[in-house]
């Protein structure tokens, strides 16, 4: 099953954890903890001391994990796989950092136009940027300086580095800035060696961010702040075609909250529906979600948002969607009804950008002013968040 970890999980603060359960174990929250994750309380707390093996045991299965051992080996890979984006220091970066860092999606809150923006204006500013090193020239996918760098030295394309310290390929991938001829420049680092499967752990999570899920792109903060790549189709095709495994948890969770199915299609055009053990589920083993999980996850979201053409292409390519009752799409009685957050549908249609939504729910009688609980933000304010400038335009006081 899929873990739970917190962000950057640590094996020196789950040892705590562990400590702390096995001292307090008196207290009714930690022994509702071990009744509910240890797979045998009852002789675990018969014993004259709640052993720290028992505590161990019960904070593995409570994040997900078989085992402590299984916990263990997991945060050793993490250790090394791991990434956390916001850690890099983009202002004391010398200039080729700071364009790479600018230029590529972080999946946090940071990802905005004006990020990328600011990238090309550097890259304008000094086209010989590109020159500095090999993750830059990559970002910028620019050729010429690809392949003078790929001849001085062919590993490159393997090495790490770069303000998040990865591979030349993933900066390519997550890059939203305009490249020089980003297809060009891919087939130059797989030619010379690079892992079309390459990825990271975003902050430990045990979900990889390969070089496909950045070229798919897409996420929680929309389309407008995660794009997918300008040559999403032409690059994924090219990287499944050189080996990419079809199989990318990620992206399938990146890409679900829209209707688009473009991304499906060509992934089970290359065998999403029965390829084995992709690189990184071999590495992870039982912290990654199995593929029943991620089928579940992918039939309950095309249910509960109404997607019925994704619904009909999963049961096309042999994935049980039994039991998934597509919700029809309608408006709300009340257009003015609150969600646990407190927003409203209209709240929910300015995020997405859903022009026709808004209109018909403006027309239904639906209140523009409107704060949400959570953010205290109007539909306008959620618009203006996700960079969608036709809804926030359309929401305008002046409208």
Not at 90 to 101: G, L, M, N, V
Not at 234 to 240: G, I, Q, R, S, V
Request: aromatic residues 6%; proline residues 8%.
């Amino acid at each position: 099953m899929a873990s739970s970890l917190p962000d950057n999980p640590s094996l020196t603060r789950l040892r705590d954890e562990a400590r702390r359960l096995q001292r307090g174990i008196s207290d009714p929250a930690a022994l509702a903890l071990v009744r509910e994750h240890h797979p045998q309380p009852d002789t675990a707390l018969r014993r004259d001391r709640f052993a720290l093996h028992d505590a161990h045991l019960t904070v593995a299965r409570k994040y997900g994990f078989s085992g402590w051992p299984a916990l263990v080996h997991y945060l050793e890979a993490a250790a090394e796989l791991s990434v956390d984006p916001a850690r890099s220091d983009e202002t004391a970066a010398d200039p080729a950092d700071r364009f790479c860092a600018l230029a590529t999606l972080r999946y946090d809150e940071a990802d905005a136009p004006p990020r990328r923006q600011a990238a090309a204006e550097l890259l304008r500013a000094d086209p010989g940027l590109t020159e500095h090193h090999v993750w830059a020239a990559a970002a910028a996918a620019d050729p010429r300086a690809l392949s003078a760098l790929l001849r001085q030295d062919p590993a490159l394309a393997g090495a790490t580095g770069g303000p998040h310290g990865l591979v030349p390929l993933m900066y390519l991938a997550y890059a939203r800035t305009p490249q020089h001829d980003a297809l060009v420049a891919a087939e130059m680092l797989l030619d010379a060696g690079a892992d079309p499967n390459a990825g990271y752990l975003w902050r430990g999570m045990s979900t990889p961010f390969t070089v496909l899920t950045g070229v798919f792109g897409d996420g929680e903060q929309g389309p407008r702040r995660q794009p997918h790549h300008p040559q999403a189709t032409e690059l994924a095709a090219l990287l499944l075609r050189r080996g990419a495994h079809p199989v990318d948890q990620q992206t399938l969770y990146n890409r679900m909250f829209r209707a688009d199915d473009s991304h499906l299609e060509l992934l089970f055009a290359h065998g999403l529906a029965d390829a084995g053990p992709s690189p990184w589920e071999r590495r992870l083993g039982e912290a990654m979600e199995t593929r029943a999980q991620m089928w579940q996850r992918q039939v309950a979201w095309a249910a509960e948002n109404g997607f019925t053409d994704r619904l009909a292409l999963l049961a096309r390519h042999g994935i049980d969607i039994s039991g998934a009752h597509p919700v029809i799409p309608r408006l709300p009685d009340d257009p003015d009804a609150r969600d646990a957050d407190g927003a409203t549908a209209l709240h929910h249609a300015a995020w997405a950008g859903d022009l026709e939504l808004i209109r018909r729910l403006l027309d239904a009688g639906a209140d523009p002013s409107l704060r949400d609980t959570r953010f205290d933000a109007t539909p306008r304010g959620w618009a203006e968040h996700a960079y969608q400038d036709e809804a926030a335009d359309l929401l305008s006081p002046d409208q």
